[in-house]
T-cell receptor
Framework: KNEVEQSPQNLTAQEGEFITINCSYS?????LHWLQQHPGGGIVSLFM???GKKKHGRLIATINIQEKHSSLHITASHPRDSAVYIC????????????FGKGTLLTVNP | GAGVSQSPSNKVTEKGKDVELRCDPI?????LYWYRQSLGQGLEFLIY????????KSGLPSDRFSAERTGGSVSTLTIQRTQQEDSAVYLC???????????????FGPGTRLTVL
């Protein structure tokens, strides 16, 4: 079993829909990261959080440390949000080593 | 300012050849990371540098893989006697100094796509 599990693996939505991507982890963590990777493109860090909730534009990330679960929400989704979203954690007391989920491929249709 | 750059962007090589992949981190970033992204495998950690030192090489898959960093800046990942299973995208990232207990956002380069024939 992977230390970091994401769901769903694939998600297709219509423009304007509210999107939720989930991440569960099985180890103690110090921080959790949400990353975005466009097809053929590089990886961009969206959020780094260790508690509570963060918001940036239409993106919201939440984390529940007790339940070992994080969610990434996208409000008013747009085709340009189509990308792979990757959850990663700093685990084992490491402040540098990331363990990654396998990613969620999001496709937003116009 | 300039982001993390990597070269080459694509590399095709024959099995058994050695390859060198280069990473130029963001100026002033003391931490540098190498990752590998294989089809169906997701991202995996290879090695981490703090300055010129590599305190964690635990992710290097075999002794054919090595990396160095000079002047606290440019890093080179070398793969000797390449095998077909080495085919992947190799990503470099950098971040500012990591003091104990601090966690920094990592800035990723565009990657080098390595194909071993």
């Amino acid at each position: 079993k992977n230390e970091v599990e994401q769901s769903p693996q694939n998600l297709t939505a219509q423009e304007g829909e509210f999107i939720t991507i989930n991440c569960s982890y099985s180890v103690g963590i110090s921080a959790l990261h949400w990353l975005q990777q466009h097809p053929g493109g590089g990886i961009v860090s969206l959020f780094m959080l260790s508690s509570g909730k963060k918001k940036h534009g239409r993106l919201i990330a939440t984390i529940n440390i007790q339940e070992k679960h994080s969610s990434l929400h996208i409000t008013a989704s747009h085709p340009r949000d189509s990308a792979v979203y990757i959850c990663a954690v700093n685990s084992g007391g490491s402040n540098y080593k990331l363990t990654f989920g396998k990613g969620t491929l999001l496709t937003v249709n116009p | 300012g300039a982001g993390v750059s990597q070269s080459p962007s694509n590399k095709v090589t024959e099995k058994g050849k050695d390859v060198e992949l280069r990473c130029d981190p963001i100026s002033g970033h003391t931490a540098l990371y190498w990752y590998r992204q294989s089809l169906g495998q997701g991202l995996e950690f290879l090695i981490y540098f703090q300055g010129n030192s590599a305190p964690d090489k635990s992710g290097l898959p075999s002794d054919r893989f090595s990396a160095e960093r000079t002047g606290g800046s440019v890093s080179t990942l070398t793969i000797q006697r390449t095998q077909q299973e080495d085919s992947a995208v190799y990503l470099c990232a950098s971040s500012p100094f990591l003091a104990g207990g601090h966690y920094n956002e990592q800035f990723f380069g565009p990657g080098t796509r390595l194909t071993v024939l």
